[in-house]
């Protein structure tokens, strides 16, 4: 079978991550060698408060991950990340070929910090808000 790159978002609990970062990304890299899978490039992405409480947690920590493998390991992965303690929910895309090298750059040069603080320059403007409905 051909080998593909996908691109990853693990949510990762928070409690775990705060006892131990690397330990929390080497369970999550385990997984993916287990299955035969080479990792790219894998970097802390944020943490944050969740919009709703995934599996009683009230915040995550993400964890952006590119790896090479087949198609056919995929279901094997996304099994063991349910079963696992550190994941909370994974997301998992196949990446384009000619968009690999640009999004591994990317994901490795830039700070989601930076990219939230510019977005949020934008946002702020001198226009009044309407109030909503439930004020």
């Not at 929390?24 to 060698?33: A, R």
């Not at 599996?55 to 099994?79: M, P, R, W």
């Not at 929910?89 to 196949?94: A, F, G, S, V, Y």
């Not at 690999?100 to 990219?115: F, G, I, K, R, Y």
Request: with cysteine; glycine share 2%; net charge negative.
């Amino acid at each position: 079978m051909p080998v593909n790159t996908y691109e990853a978002m693990f949510l990762l609990d928070s409690s775990k991550v705060a006892i131990s970062w690397d330990d929390s990304v080497k369970h999550v890299h385990d997984i993916l060698t287990k299955h035969e899978s080479e990792i790219v490039a894998s970097r802390q992405w944020d943490e944050r408060r969740l919009s709703y409480p995934v599996d009683g947690h009230k915040k995550g920590t993400y964890l952006l991950t590119y790896f090479k493998s087949e198609g056919a390991n995929l279901k094997d992965i996304v099994a063991d990340c349910r079963l696992s303690d550190h994941v909370l929910r994974e997301l998992i895309l196949k990446v384009h070929p000619k968009l690999v090298d640009h999004l591994v750059n990317q994901a490795m040069t830039s700070t989601p910090n930076a990219e939230e603080e510019g977005r949020r320059e934008e946002d702020m403007d001198d226009r009044p808000r309407r109030r909503r409905r439930d004020d």
